[in-house]
Protein backbone atom coordinates (compact mmCIF):
# COMPACT_ATOMS: atom_id res chain seq x y z
CA UNK A 1 0.00 0.00 0.00
CA UNK A 2 1.51 3.35 -1.04
CA UNK A 3 1.58 6.17 1.98
CA UNK A 4 -1.03 8.91 0.89
CA UNK A 5 1.44 11.39 3.03
CA UNK A 6 2.43 15.27 0.80
CA UNK A 7 5.37 14.40 -0.66
CA UNK A 8 7.25 18.07 -0.22
CA UNK A 9 11.27 18.32 -1.02
CA UNK A 10 13.06 18.45 2.38
CA UNK A 11 14.89 22.10 1.52
CA UNK A 12 16.81 24.44 3.13
CA UNK A 13 14.47 27.54 1.65
CA UNK A 14 11.67 25.51 3.86
CA UNK A 15 14.05 26.21 6.87
CA UNK A 16 14.85 29.80 6.03
CA UNK A 17 10.86 30.70 5.96
CA UNK A 18 10.33 28.85 9.04
CA UNK A 19 12.92 30.60 11.01
CA UNK A 20 11.56 33.85 8.93
CA UNK A 21 7.85 33.28 10.13
CA UNK A 22 8.24 31.71 13.27
CA UNK A 23 11.27 33.09 14.84
CA UNK A 24 11.69 36.16 13.32
CA UNK A 25 12.52 38.71 16.35
CA UNK A 26 15.33 36.35 17.35
CA UNK A 27 18.74 37.88 16.67
CA UNK A 28 22.35 37.32 15.31
CA UNK A 29 24.92 39.03 17.29
CA UNK A 30 27.96 39.83 15.39
CA UNK A 31 30.93 40.77 17.83
CA UNK A 32 33.21 44.25 16.42
CA UNK A 33 36.39 45.26 17.89
CA UNK A 34 34.46 48.46 19.19
CA UNK A 35 30.57 47.38 18.74
CA UNK A 36 27.90 44.55 18.38
CA UNK A 37 26.30 44.07 15.43
CA UNK A 38 22.66 42.72 15.19
CA UNK A 39 20.35 41.22 12.79
CA UNK A 40 16.85 39.87 13.18
CA UNK A 41 16.04 36.18 11.79
CA UNK A 42 13.29 38.09 9.61
CA UNK A 43 16.18 40.62 8.10
CA UNK A 44 18.77 38.12 7.80
CA UNK A 45 16.11 36.30 5.63
CA UNK A 46 14.80 39.27 3.62
CA UNK A 47 18.78 40.02 3.18
CA UNK A 48 19.63 36.63 1.70
CA UNK A 49 16.39 37.01 -0.71
CA UNK A 50 18.32 40.52 -2.01
CA UNK A 51 21.78 38.15 -2.14
CA UNK A 52 19.79 35.67 -3.93
CA UNK A 53 18.85 38.24 -6.84
CA UNK A 54 21.65 39.78 -7.30
CA UNK A 55 24.24 36.72 -7.85
CA UNK A 56 21.21 35.82 -10.27
CA UNK A 57 22.24 39.03 -12.20
CA UNK A 58 25.80 38.45 -12.13
CA UNK A 59 24.95 34.99 -14.20
CA UNK A 60 24.85 32.40 -10.78
CA UNK A 61 22.68 29.80 -11.86
CA UNK A 62 21.58 26.40 -11.11
CA UNK A 63 24.33 24.21 -9.31
CA UNK A 64 27.03 26.50 -9.72
CA UNK A 65 29.59 27.29 -7.34
CA UNK A 66 29.23 30.36 -4.61
CA UNK A 67 32.53 30.60 -2.81
CA UNK A 68 32.68 32.31 0.98
CA UNK A 69 35.79 33.61 2.24
CA UNK A 70 34.45 35.28 5.48
CA UNK A 71 34.57 34.65 9.36
CA UNK A 72 31.51 33.77 11.35
CA UNK A 73 29.27 36.69 10.76
CA UNK A 74 26.01 38.29 10.21
CA UNK A 75 26.74 38.64 6.32
CA UNK A 76 28.15 34.66 6.06
CA UNK A 77 24.89 33.78 7.23
CA UNK A 78 23.13 35.23 4.25
CA UNK A 79 25.19 33.83 2.07
CA UNK A 80 24.20 30.46 3.81
CA UNK A 81 20.62 31.00 3.65
CA UNK A 82 20.87 32.59 -0.10
CA UNK A 83 22.85 30.20 -2.17
CA UNK A 84 21.40 26.68 -1.50
CA UNK A 85 17.96 28.23 -1.28
CA UNK A 86 18.41 29.72 -5.28
CA UNK A 87 19.78 26.28 -6.17
CA UNK A 88 23.57 26.63 -6.58
CA UNK A 89 25.86 25.46 -3.57
CA UNK A 90 27.52 27.20 -1.41
CA UNK A 91 31.21 26.63 -0.92
CA UNK A 92 32.64 27.44 2.61
CA UNK A 93 36.58 28.23 2.10
CA UNK A 94 39.02 27.58 4.92
CA UNK A 95 41.03 30.71 5.50
CA UNK A 96 43.70 28.88 7.31
CA UNK A 97 44.75 26.84 4.15
CA UNK A 98 48.07 27.50 2.45
CA UNK A 99 47.96 29.40 -0.49
CA UNK A 100 48.40 26.65 -2.63
CA UNK A 101 45.52 24.57 -0.85
CA UNK A 102 43.28 27.70 -1.05
CA UNK A 103 43.70 27.71 -4.98
CA UNK A 104 43.70 23.67 -5.84
CA UNK A 105 39.56 23.96 -3.69
CA UNK A 106 38.58 26.90 -5.50
CA UNK A 107 39.56 25.86 -8.60
CA UNK A 108 38.56 22.00 -8.15
CA UNK A 109 35.10 22.66 -6.98
CA UNK A 110 34.87 25.42 -9.94
CA UNK A 111 33.48 28.41 -8.21
CA UNK A 112 32.10 30.90 -10.03
CA UNK A 113 31.92 33.64 -7.24
CA UNK A 114 33.41 34.50 -4.31
CA UNK A 115 32.28 36.58 -1.43
CA UNK A 116 35.20 37.71 1.05
CA UNK A 117 35.47 40.12 3.94
CA UNK A 118 37.59 43.15 3.57
CA UNK A 119 39.99 42.15 6.18
CA UNK A 120 40.80 38.54 4.40
CA UNK A 121 41.53 40.19 1.11
CA UNK A 122 45.50 39.84 1.49
CA UNK A 123 44.66 36.04 1.94
CA UNK A 124 42.64 35.92 -0.94
CA UNK A 125 45.03 37.83 -3.08
CA UNK A 126 47.87 35.29 -3.22
CA UNK A 127 45.73 32.72 -5.54
CA UNK A 128 43.66 35.77 -7.25
CA UNK A 129 45.79 34.67 -10.70
CA UNK A 130 45.52 31.03 -10.00
CA UNK A 131 41.57 31.11 -10.46
CA UNK A 132 40.72 31.82 -13.96
CA UNK A 133 37.29 30.44 -13.18
CA UNK A 134 36.26 32.86 -10.74
CA UNK A 135 34.60 35.69 -12.58
CA UNK A 136 33.20 37.96 -10.01
CA UNK A 137 34.54 38.66 -6.41
CA UNK A 138 32.39 40.61 -3.70
CA UNK A 139 33.87 42.14 -0.65
CA UNK A 140 31.91 42.73 2.62
CA UNK A 141 33.25 45.35 4.29
CA UNK A 142 36.58 47.57 4.67
CA UNK A 143 39.56 46.78 3.31
CA UNK A 144 42.77 47.23 0.32
CA UNK A 145 40.21 46.06 -2.31
CA UNK A 146 43.03 47.19 -4.85
CA UNK A 147 44.57 43.81 -4.01
CA UNK A 148 42.02 41.78 -5.90
CA UNK A 149 41.60 44.08 -8.77
CA UNK A 150 37.84 44.47 -10.00
CA UNK A 151 35.33 43.98 -7.22
CA UNK A 152 31.67 44.21 -6.50
CA UNK A 153 30.74 45.51 -3.18
CA UNK A 154 28.91 43.25 -0.79
CA UNK A 155 26.04 46.26 0.34
CA UNK A 156 25.86 48.13 -2.94
CA UNK A 157 24.51 44.65 -4.42
CA UNK A 158 22.28 44.51 -1.81
CA UNK A 159 20.70 47.71 -1.75
CA UNK A 160 19.80 47.79 -5.69
CA UNK A 161 17.73 44.90 -5.13
CA UNK A 162 14.15 44.45 -3.16
CA UNK A 163 13.60 41.62 -0.93
CA UNK A 164 10.49 38.89 -1.99
CA UNK A 165 11.10 35.64 -3.84
CA UNK A 166 9.58 32.32 -4.83
CA UNK A 167 12.60 29.61 -4.18
CA UNK A 168 12.42 27.28 -6.35
CA UNK A 169 11.64 23.73 -6.04
CA UNK A 170 13.85 20.87 -7.15
CA UNK A 171 15.11 17.26 -5.49
CA UNK A 172 16.17 17.02 -2.29
CA UNK A 173 18.98 15.02 -3.29
CA UNK A 174 20.40 17.83 -4.56
CA UNK A 175 23.92 19.56 -3.64
CA UNK A 176 23.30 22.72 -1.31
CA UNK A 177 26.65 22.96 -0.09
CA UNK A 178 30.27 21.86 -0.18
CA UNK A 179 33.13 21.66 2.25
CA UNK A 180 36.98 20.65 2.07
CA UNK A 181 38.67 18.16 4.08
CA UNK A 182 41.87 20.10 5.59
CA UNK A 183 44.46 17.72 3.31
CA UNK A 184 46.53 17.10 6.63
CA UNK A 185 47.42 13.65 3.81
CA UNK A 186 47.47 14.47 -0.02
CA UNK A 187 44.98 17.06 -1.57
CA UNK A 188 41.93 18.04 0.43
CA UNK A 189 38.80 15.64 -0.63
CA UNK A 190 35.43 17.92 -1.52
CA UNK A 191 32.41 16.63 0.68
CA UNK A 192 29.42 16.97 -1.10
CA UNK A 193 26.26 17.74 1.32
CA UNK A 194 22.72 17.72 -0.07
CA UNK A 195 19.29 19.91 0.67
CA UNK A 196 17.92 16.74 2.55
CA UNK A 197 21.15 15.35 4.34
CA UNK A 198 21.49 19.11 5.71
CA UNK A 199 17.60 18.94 6.60
CA UNK A 200 17.65 15.77 8.50
CA UNK A 201 20.72 16.63 10.54
CA UNK A 202 19.38 19.38 11.52
CA UNK A 203 16.89 17.74 13.10
CA UNK A 204 19.47 15.54 14.42
CA UNK A 205 20.95 18.29 16.48
CA UNK A 206 17.53 19.34 18.00
CA UNK A 207 17.53 16.25 19.49
CA UNK A 208 17.84 16.21 23.28
CA UNK A 209 19.94 13.34 22.84
CA UNK A 210 22.39 15.36 20.97
CA UNK A 211 22.86 19.35 21.09
CA UNK A 212 19.41 20.04 21.80
CA UNK A 213 19.36 23.18 20.25
CA UNK A 214 15.93 25.21 20.75
CA UNK A 215 14.35 28.80 21.03
CA UNK A 216 15.27 28.67 24.27
CA UNK A 217 19.34 29.09 23.51
CA UNK A 218 21.92 31.56 22.15
CA UNK A 219 24.50 29.65 21.03
CA UNK A 220 27.94 31.05 21.02
CA UNK A 221 29.54 29.81 17.59
CA UNK A 222 33.17 29.57 17.95
CA UNK A 223 33.46 26.45 15.59
CA UNK A 224 34.44 28.20 12.24
CA UNK A 225 31.57 28.58 9.80
CA UNK A 226 34.32 27.13 6.81
CA UNK A 227 34.68 23.85 9.54
CA UNK A 228 32.00 21.26 8.74
CA UNK A 229 29.19 24.47 7.98
CA UNK A 230 30.28 25.35 11.68
CA UNK A 231 28.76 21.86 12.72
CA UNK A 232 25.79 22.22 11.11
CA UNK A 233 24.37 25.16 13.73
CA UNK A 234 23.95 28.05 11.40
CA UNK A 235 20.91 25.72 9.94
CA UNK A 236 19.24 24.36 12.78
CA UNK A 237 19.60 27.72 14.39
CA UNK A 238 16.49 28.75 11.73
CA UNK A 239 14.82 25.38 11.83
CA UNK A 240 15.13 25.80 16.39
CA UNK A 241 14.66 29.30 17.16
CA UNK A 242 17.96 29.30 18.47
CA UNK A 243 20.14 32.94 18.17
CA UNK A 244 23.74 32.66 17.48
CA UNK A 245 26.45 34.94 18.63
CA UNK A 246 29.32 35.50 15.55
CA UNK A 247 32.91 36.11 16.90
CA UNK A 248 34.42 36.62 14.04
CA UNK A 249 38.33 36.72 14.38
CA UNK A 250 37.88 37.34 18.30
CA UNK A 251 38.67 33.73 19.46
CA UNK A 252 41.12 34.03 22.27
CA UNK A 253 40.30 33.47 25.81
CA UNK A 254 39.47 37.29 26.61
CA UNK A 255 36.94 38.43 23.84
CA UNK A 256 35.81 34.75 24.34
CA UNK A 257 35.25 35.33 28.34
CA UNK A 258 33.72 38.99 27.33
CA UNK A 259 31.46 38.12 25.13
CA UNK A 260 29.87 34.94 27.65
CA UNK A 261 29.51 38.02 30.31
CA UNK A 262 27.56 40.34 28.40
CA UNK A 263 25.84 38.45 25.80
CA UNK A 264 25.22 35.37 27.53
CA UNK A 265 24.86 32.44 25.81
CA UNK A 266 23.37 29.39 26.66
CA UNK A 267 25.43 27.35 24.72
CA UNK A 268 28.79 27.12 23.10
CA UNK A 269 31.23 25.09 20.83
CA UNK A 270 34.39 25.03 19.57
CA UNK A 271 37.37 22.75 19.44
CA UNK A 272 39.53 22.17 23.01
CA UNK A 273 42.53 24.40 22.40
CA UNK A 274 40.14 27.17 22.24
CA UNK A 275 38.47 26.31 25.52
CA UNK A 276 42.02 25.60 27.30
CA UNK A 277 42.86 29.16 26.20
CA UNK A 278 39.53 30.28 27.67
CA UNK A 279 40.70 28.32 31.14
CA UNK A 280 44.18 30.17 30.64
CA UNK A 281 42.66 33.68 30.44
CA UNK A 282 40.25 32.59 33.40
CA UNK A 283 42.56 31.67 35.62
CA UNK A 284 44.02 35.31 35.02
CA UNK A 285 40.58 36.69 35.65
CA UNK A 286 38.57 37.16 39.04
CA UNK A 287 35.18 38.36 36.89
CA UNK A 288 35.26 35.30 34.96
CA UNK A 289 31.64 34.70 34.49
CA UNK A 290 30.58 31.09 32.32
CA UNK A 291 27.40 30.87 34.25
CA UNK A 292 24.99 31.47 31.68
CA UNK A 293 26.13 28.20 30.00
CA UNK A 294 24.11 25.21 30.07
CA UNK A 295 27.00 23.27 28.26
CA UNK A 296 30.04 23.47 26.18
CA UNK A 297 30.09 21.21 22.69
CA UNK A 298 33.59 20.49 22.28
CA UNK A 299 35.18 18.51 18.98
CA UNK A 300 37.49 18.18 16.52
CA UNK A 301 39.94 16.33 19.10
CA UNK A 302 39.85 14.31 21.74
CA UNK A 303 38.70 16.31 24.83
CA UNK A 304 41.21 15.98 28.18
CA UNK A 305 39.89 14.77 31.76
CA UNK A 306 41.23 17.51 33.05
CA UNK A 307 39.62 20.10 31.16
CA UNK A 308 36.27 18.64 31.60
CA UNK A 309 37.05 19.00 35.55
CA UNK A 310 38.21 22.04 35.28
CA UNK A 311 34.87 23.52 33.67
CA UNK A 312 32.77 21.65 35.90
CA UNK A 313 34.67 22.78 39.49
CA UNK A 314 35.67 26.14 38.94
CA UNK A 315 32.34 26.88 36.96
CA UNK A 316 29.68 24.31 37.14
CA UNK A 317 29.61 24.07 33.42
CA UNK A 318 29.37 20.78 31.91
CA UNK A 319 31.37 19.92 28.62
CA UNK A 320 29.90 17.67 26.50
CA UNK A 321 32.24 15.53 24.11
CA UNK A 322 30.55 15.46 20.07
CA UNK A 323 32.57 13.03 17.34
CA UNK A 324 32.42 13.51 13.69
CA UNK A 325 34.04 14.37 10.55
CA UNK A 326 33.60 16.57 7.57
CA UNK A 327 32.16 13.44 5.59
CA UNK A 328 29.76 12.82 8.43
CA UNK A 329 28.46 16.61 8.38
CA UNK A 330 30.11 16.32 11.25
CA UNK A 331 27.36 15.46 13.71
CA UNK A 332 27.69 11.74 14.37
CA UNK A 333 27.83 11.00 18.02
CA UNK A 334 27.59 13.03 21.45
CA UNK A 335 29.11 11.65 25.31
CA UNK A 336 25.98 12.22 27.37
CA UNK A 337 26.12 10.34 30.33
CA UNK A 338 23.10 7.59 30.32
CA UNK A 339 20.02 8.65 32.34
CA UNK A 340 20.22 6.93 36.03
CA UNK A 341 24.41 6.85 35.97
CA UNK A 342 25.87 7.60 38.66
CA UNK A 343 26.74 11.37 39.25
CA UNK A 344 30.15 10.48 40.61
CA UNK A 345 31.17 8.49 37.29
CA UNK A 346 29.85 10.80 34.61
CA UNK A 347 33.05 12.16 33.82
CA UNK A 348 33.70 8.48 33.29
CA UNK A 349 31.43 8.78 29.99
CA UNK A 350 31.97 12.21 28.70
CA UNK A 351 35.78 11.83 28.25
CA UNK A 352 34.82 9.12 25.80
CA UNK A 353 33.95 10.14 21.93
CA UNK A 354 30.17 9.30 22.28
CA UNK A 355 27.37 6.71 21.53
CA UNK A 356 25.78 7.81 17.96
CA UNK A 357 22.53 9.99 17.51
CA UNK A 358 19.92 8.40 16.39
CA UNK A 359 19.72 8.45 12.43
CA UNK A 360 23.65 6.78 11.88
CA UNK A 361 25.01 3.32 12.30
CA UNK A 362 28.31 2.66 14.06
CA UNK A 363 30.51 -0.48 13.75
CA UNK A 364 33.78 -1.18 14.01
CA UNK A 365 36.36 -3.67 11.92
CA UNK A 366 39.79 -5.39 12.18
CA UNK A 367 41.80 -4.89 9.72
CA UNK A 368 40.72 -7.52 7.33
CA UNK A 369 37.24 -5.96 7.27
CA UNK A 370 35.69 -8.91 10.29
CA UNK A 371 33.44 -6.83 12.26
CA UNK A 372 34.56 -6.86 15.52
CA UNK A 373 31.88 -7.14 19.52
CA UNK A 374 30.42 -4.33 20.90
CA UNK A 375 32.34 -5.46 23.87
CA UNK A 376 34.62 -2.89 24.79
CA UNK A 377 38.07 -4.75 24.77
CA UNK A 378 38.15 -5.37 20.90
CA UNK A 379 40.42 -2.59 18.66
CA UNK A 380 39.68 -1.98 15.25
CA UNK A 381 38.44 0.90 12.95
CA UNK A 382 35.24 2.60 12.93
CA UNK A 383 32.90 2.84 10.28
CA UNK A 384 30.05 4.53 9.57
CA UNK A 385 26.33 4.97 7.82
CA UNK A 386 23.54 7.19 7.57
CA UNK A 387 21.76 9.72 5.49
CA UNK A 388 24.14 12.37 6.47
CA UNK A 389 26.75 10.44 5.76
CA UNK A 390 29.15 10.73 2.95
CA UNK A 391 29.13 8.07 0.18
CA UNK A 392 31.43 9.77 -1.96
CA UNK A 393 34.48 12.47 -2.68
CA UNK A 394 33.65 15.35 -5.26
CA UNK A 395 35.37 14.28 -8.46
CA UNK A 396 37.63 12.00 -6.81
CA UNK A 397 38.11 8.24 -6.44
CA UNK A 398 38.85 7.09 -2.71
CA UNK A 399 37.98 3.51 -3.23
CA UNK A 400 39.83 3.14 0.29
CA UNK A 401 37.62 5.13 2.12
CA UNK A 402 34.66 3.20 1.75
CA UNK A 403 34.16 -0.55 2.64
CA UNK A 404 30.60 -2.20 1.68
CA UNK A 405 28.59 0.87 1.67
CA UNK A 406 30.28 2.11 5.18
CA UNK A 407 32.69 5.31 5.61
CA UNK A 408 35.74 4.31 6.94
CA UNK A 409 36.84 6.83 9.87
CA UNK A 410 40.11 6.32 10.71
CA UNK A 411 39.41 6.51 13.86
CA UNK A 412 40.37 3.59 15.84
CA UNK A 413 39.14 2.58 19.26
CA UNK A 414 36.69 0.35 20.98
CA UNK A 415 32.66 0.21 21.36
CA UNK A 416 31.36 -0.85 24.40
CA UNK A 417 27.51 -2.52 25.07
CA UNK A 418 26.00 0.88 25.90
CA UNK A 419 27.12 2.18 22.38
CA UNK A 420 29.66 4.20 23.81
CA UNK A 421 32.85 4.93 21.93
CA UNK A 422 36.39 5.31 22.64
CA UNK A 423 39.06 6.16 20.20
CA UNK A 424 42.42 5.78 21.09
CA UNK A 425 43.92 7.42 17.80
CA UNK A 426 44.00 8.13 14.35
CA UNK A 427 44.95 4.92 12.55
CA UNK A 428 47.60 7.04 10.95
CA UNK A 429 49.03 8.59 14.67
CA UNK A 430 48.61 5.14 16.61
CA UNK A 431 51.65 3.49 18.27
CA UNK A 432 53.05 0.18 17.80
CA UNK A 433 55.52 -0.81 20.41
CA UNK A 434 56.78 -4.22 20.30
CA UNK A 435 53.81 -5.31 18.51
CA UNK A 436 51.41 -3.55 21.07
CA UNK A 437 49.50 -0.49 20.90
CA UNK A 438 49.83 2.94 22.46
CA UNK A 439 47.33 5.62 22.54
CA UNK A 440 49.07 8.71 21.84
CA UNK A 441 45.27 10.64 22.63
CA UNK A 442 45.33 8.74 26.35
CA UNK A 443 48.75 9.63 27.06
CA UNK A 444 48.23 13.63 25.84
CA UNK A 445 45.29 13.56 28.00
CA UNK A 446 47.42 12.08 31.04
CA UNK A 447 50.52 14.67 30.46
CA UNK A 448 48.02 17.83 30.36
CA UNK A 449 46.42 16.49 33.51
CA UNK A 450 49.48 17.96 34.77
CA UNK A 451 49.81 21.78 35.98
CA UNK A 452 52.35 22.83 35.09
CA UNK A 453 51.71 22.08 31.44
CA UNK A 454 49.54 23.72 28.82
CA UNK A 455 49.80 21.57 25.83
CA UNK A 456 50.93 18.13 24.88
CA UNK A 457 50.90 16.28 21.82
CA UNK A 458 52.39 12.00 21.62
CA UNK A 459 53.97 11.16 18.20
CA UNK A 460 55.09 7.70 17.11
CA UNK A 461 59.30 8.13 16.33
CA UNK A 462 61.00 5.02 15.06
CA UNK A 463 62.66 3.12 17.79
CA UNK A 464 65.63 0.17 16.56
CA UNK A 465 64.32 -2.20 19.58
CA UNK A 466 60.59 -1.70 19.78
CA UNK A 467 59.94 -0.88 16.02
CA UNK A 468 58.09 2.28 17.54
CA UNK A 469 57.86 4.57 20.70
CA UNK A 470 56.12 7.80 21.93
CA UNK A 471 57.66 11.05 21.76
CA UNK A 472 56.03 13.51 23.97
CA UNK A 473 56.32 17.51 22.47
CA UNK A 474 55.22 19.88 26.05
CA UNK A 475 54.42 23.19 25.83
CA UNK A 476 54.49 24.57 29.74
CA UNK A 477 52.31 26.88 31.12
CA UNK A 478 52.97 30.35 32.15
CA UNK A 479 55.99 30.43 34.91
CA UNK A 480 56.56 26.59 35.13
CA UNK A 481 59.45 24.94 35.31
CA UNK A 482 58.21 21.03 35.05
CA UNK A 483 60.89 18.61 33.33
CA UNK A 484 60.90 15.41 31.67
CA UNK A 485 61.81 13.99 35.05
CA UNK A 486 59.27 15.31 37.13
CA UNK A 487 56.21 14.47 33.83
CA UNK A 488 57.76 10.72 33.78
CA UNK A 489 57.25 10.47 37.67
CA UNK A 490 53.41 12.09 37.33
CA UNK A 491 52.79 9.32 34.28
CA UNK A 492 53.81 6.28 36.32
CA UNK A 493 50.63 6.13 38.59
CA UNK A 494 48.56 6.66 35.67
CA UNK A 495 49.54 4.58 32.98
CA UNK A 496 51.25 1.06 32.37
CA UNK A 497 54.67 1.56 33.01
CA UNK A 498 55.95 0.31 29.38
CA UNK A 499 53.68 3.49 27.95
CA UNK A 500 55.56 6.05 29.57
CA UNK A 501 57.83 8.05 26.88
CA UNK A 502 61.68 7.78 26.90
CA UNK A 503 62.50 10.71 24.15
CA UNK A 504 60.62 14.24 25.70
CA UNK A 505 60.74 17.89 23.88
CA UNK A 506 59.98 20.91 24.95
CA UNK A 507 58.26 23.79 22.39
CA UNK A 508 56.88 26.60 22.55
CA UNK A 509 53.92 25.76 20.98
CA UNK A 510 52.02 22.84 19.15
CA UNK A 511 51.50 23.64 15.31
CA UNK A 512 48.06 23.35 14.47
CA UNK A 513 45.97 22.29 11.35
CA UNK A 514 43.49 24.51 9.84
CA UNK A 515 40.83 23.39 11.81
CA UNK A 516 42.96 23.87 15.44
CA UNK A 517 43.84 20.43 15.66
CA UNK A 518 46.86 19.02 16.70
CA UNK A 519 49.28 18.99 13.31
CA UNK A 520 51.33 16.05 14.35
CA UNK A 521 52.94 15.31 10.49
CA UNK A 522 55.18 18.48 11.64
CA UNK A 523 56.27 17.02 14.59
CA UNK A 524 57.11 14.19 13.17
CA UNK A 525 58.95 15.62 10.22
CA UNK A 526 60.66 18.02 12.63
CA UNK A 527 62.04 15.31 15.07
CA UNK A 528 63.00 13.18 11.73
CA UNK A 529 65.04 16.65 10.38
CA UNK A 530 66.90 16.81 14.08
CA UNK A 531 65.38 20.03 14.65
CA UNK A 532 63.69 19.61 18.27
CA UNK A 533 65.90 19.54 21.32
CA UNK A 534 65.32 15.93 22.66
CA UNK A 535 65.68 14.61 25.96
CA UNK A 536 65.63 10.94 26.11
CA UNK A 537 65.99 8.71 29.30
CA UNK A 538 67.52 4.67 28.62
Not at 197 to 219: F, K, P, Q, V, Y
Not at 234 to 263: D, H, R, V
Request: hydrophobic content about 40%.
Amino acid sequence: MLSTMQDAPLLISNMVRHGEWLYGDKKVFTVHADRVQEGTFFEISQRAEKLAKALTKLGVGDGDRVGTFMWNNQEHMEAYLAVPSMGAVLHTLNIRLFPEQLAFIINHADDKVIICDGSLIPLLAKVRDQLPNVQHIIVSGAGDRSLLGDVLDYEELLAAEKPGIVWPTFDERKAAAMCYTSGTTGDPKGVVYSHRSTWLHSLASMSSNSIGLSERDRTLLIVPMFHVNAWGVAYTAFFSGCEIIMPQMFLQGEPILNMSKTLRPTIALGVPTVWNDVLRAAAADPSADLSSLRGILCGGAAVPRSMIEAFKAKFGVEVVQGWGMTETSPLAAVSIPPYGSDPTHEVDYRVKAGRVVAGVQLRIVDDAGNVLPRDGKSVGEFEIAGPWITGSYYGVEAPDKFHDGWLRTGDVGTLDGEGFMVISDRSKDVIKSGGEWISSVELENEVIAHDGVFEAAVVAVPDARWDERPLCCVVRNPESGVTAEELREFLASRVAKWWIPERWTFIDSVPKTSTGKFDKKVLRAAYAAGELDVVQFD
